[in-house]
């Protein structure tokens, strides 16, 4: 019987879905659009940001992986899930997102933390320190330039929230990769796995 599930697969899938709905808010800010479109944003980000800040909760204060990987994880996925619910909830209501911006940075810190520990303790090697390097460094400097948002998207604003947008998207994309790529190996890893209530134990 396996002795923790891992549930890293569809988390990843999560955290490429939220990306990449917030890379939608700069491209459509930069076309002058968002407005437009806000409506069509803002409930599938609440979902998304739920699914995150839940599944990011769990891993946090669980632990079903084996050593730090929870940590490394879990913690920036609940963050980052705190933080789409709150902006869509903000967009929502027409306020403003750029005092939420600052907690972004904050986030994008701590991912740029997380991708410097795994390369000094090598947590990963072969593809998947590139993949894992990848995912962390996009998503951490995206973070770190969410204050964009203080800029109007016009002139030098409208090339940082194409910036954004094409970070974001990029982030999004390694995301569903390794989400996808770890599927296969999850169900192989799972395959003889059964809850022991099913036998009466």
Do not use: C
């Not at 084996?66 to 306020?95: E, I, Q, R, W």
């Not at 997380?114 to 390369?119: D, H, K």
């Not at 320190?129 to 969410?146: E, H, K, N, R, S």
């Amino acid at each position: 019987m396996a002795l923790f599930i891992d549930s890293l697969a569809i988390m990843l899938i999560g955290l490429g879905s939220g990306t990449f709905l917030g890379s939608l808010f700069f491209l459509f800010s930069a076309m002058g659009k968002f407005e437009a479109m806000k409506e069509q944003l803002v409930v599938p980000a609440f979902v998304i940001g739920m699914f995150d800040l839940i599944s990011g909760y769990e891993m946090s204060f669980t632990w079903p992986l084996p050593s730090g990987y929870n940590m490394l994880f879990g913690d920036p996925l609940l963050f980052f899930g705190l933080l789409l619910v709150a902006a869509s909830v903000m967009v929502y209501k027409n306020m403003k997102v750029s005092s939420l911006s600052i907690l972004f940075v904050i986030l994008g810190i701590y991912v740029l933390t997380g991708a410097g520990s795994i390369l000094t303790y090598h947590l990963e090697s072969g593809n998947n320190l590139i993949t894992a390097m990848g995912l962390f460094i996009i998503d951490g400097v995206a973070a770190i330039l969410a204050p964009v948002v203080t800029m109007k998207p016009a002139g030098p604003g409208k090339f940082m929230y194409y910036l954004e947008f094409v970070l974001l998207v990029l982030g999004s994309l390694l995301a569903l990769f390794i989400g996808y790529l770890a599927l296969p190996g999850h169900l192989v890893d799972f395959a003889k796995y059964f809850p022991a209530f099913i036998f009466g134990l």
